[in-house]
């Protein structure tokens, strides 16, 4: 769909890799909660863990639309190691590389570019998440410290990034614009992963509490201006959703490739299901839905890139094309009948697999209201 020659070449890359080496273990890294460490050094050799951010920093420089098609060429075989790849350039490396200083972008990005570190974000919290300005987790400062104590829930990539990017209130008197982020390494006095949280799908991506008492962080590790850190990550979560959209896109291609490639194999009296006219609908509103999902995606990516607003073009994205990946996913099962209900074919895992592209960063709830106070401002 209209494609430069670099995403073309981009595109072909990241879709053979995973058809080649992510398609064949996606049933596995569902069954054991993990993706083999090696896939996300294969990809940070691919340059894909720093595919949006420039040269000097260790990045591959290329646009969004890029790395919108490589989320959703993994996403289409295993949304697990999507999801990975997404929070990790999304929310895990570019709070830093849009909000630090030249000296924190030196220190963290060329081992996050490279994949030989992962990060990941911490702004949701048991009793925050819709209300993201609901911050529980508190930070002082002291004696060039910042003291923070909460915890943080949901957290994609918790047990396996080497840094987090974390929001806590630094000023609870300012609501909203009380909050702050901070860069957390792993290791820092205080700072612990929590439980890990099994999950009905995207199980093989790494999703866990974060504890934080009395935990000492340095103040140098203040992410961008203190008390900014709201309007920071409403910022962060706008680019985010593009990388969901993608993501859902990716399951719902996913979905329809196997269902279409079931209906032609499947004999039912005497023909392949595919001749039934009820099967050729669904295959049409499923490709169909699929296509509009994807200019979606891709207008917002490419706003991004024209350096527009894009805010609201990618809660559009977001919420459609996740809302139209959980139609397509329980198509696809309907399409395999009885074996879709099984573990023998990989519809059964997107079905569980897509649910949470309805739910995270930003339900369909929450993007409605960010859509309709744009139409309504
Ligand atoms: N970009 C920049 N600034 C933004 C912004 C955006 N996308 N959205 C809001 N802001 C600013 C507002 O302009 C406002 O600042 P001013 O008072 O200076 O104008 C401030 O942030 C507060 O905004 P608002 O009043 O809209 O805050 P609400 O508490 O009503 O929350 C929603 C807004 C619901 C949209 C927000 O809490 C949200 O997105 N929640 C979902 C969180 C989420 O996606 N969680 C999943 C995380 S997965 S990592």
């Known amino acids: 769909m209209f494609l430069t020659e670099e995403q ?25 909660e993990f993706i083999d460490p090696d896939v996300i050094k294969a990809m940070g050799e691919l340059g894909l863990m720093g595919i949006v951010f420039p040269e000097k920093y260790g990045g591959s420089g290329m646009d969004t639309l890029c790395y919108a098609l490589a989320v959703e060429e993994l996403s289409r075989v295993c949304a697990s190691t999507g999801i990975t790849l997404a929070s990790h350039i999304s929310l895990g490396v570019n709070p830093i590389y849009m909000f630090g200083t030249e000296e924190q972008k030196q220190k963290y990005l060329p081992k996050l570019c490279s994949g030989q570190h992962l990060g990941s974000f911490g702004l949701t919290e048991p009793n925050a998440g819709s209300d993201a300005g609901g911050t529980e987790t508190n930070a002082v ?38 909050i702050s982020a901070f ?40 992410l961008g201006k203190e008390n900014e850190g709201f309007k920071q990550f409403m910022t962060i979560l706008d680019g985010g959703r593009i990388s969901i959209g993608a993501m859902a896109l990716g399951i719902a291609q996913g979905a329809f490739d196997e269902a279409l490639k079931y209906s032609k194999e499947r004999q039912q009296f005497n023909q392949p299901i595919s001749n039934f006219q009820a099967i050729q609908f669904y295959l049409a509103d ?92």
């Not at 999703?207 to 009395?214: A, D, G, Q, R, S």
């Open 286 to 377: 499923m490709a169909t839905e699929i296509e509009a999902a994807r200019h979606l995606v891709y207008h917002a990516a490419r706003l991004k890139d024209a350096g527009k607003s894009y805010g609201t073009q990618a809660s559009m994205a977001k919420l459609y094309a996740a809302e139209v990946a959980t139609r397509t996913c329980i198509k696809a099962v309907q399409i395999h009948g009885g074996y879709g209900y099984t573990k023998e074919y990989p519809v059964e895992r997107m079905f569980r697999d897509v649910k949470v592209c309805e739910i995270g960063e930003g339900t369909s709830e929450i993007q409605r209201i960010v859509i309709a106070r744009s139409l309504l401002k």
């Open 141 to 178: 400062r002291q004696d060039g410290h910042w003291i923070v104590n909460g915890a943080k829930m949901f957290i994609t990539n918790g047990s396996t990034a080497s840094t987090s990017v974390i929001t806590a209130m630094t000023d609870r008197s300012k609501g909203l614009k009380g």
């Open 8 to 32: 073309e070449l981009l595109q072909k890359t990241v879709r053979d890799f995973a058809q080649n080496e992510v398609k064949p273990r996606a049933a596995k890294f569902d069954v054991q």
């Open 183 to 222: 860069v957390v390494e792993k290791g820092t006095s205080g700072f612990s992963v929590g439980k890990k949280i099994h999950k009905m799908g995207i199980r093989g991506s790494d999703t866990t509490e974060l504890i934080f008492e009395n935990c000492l962080i340095p103040a140098g590790n203040l």
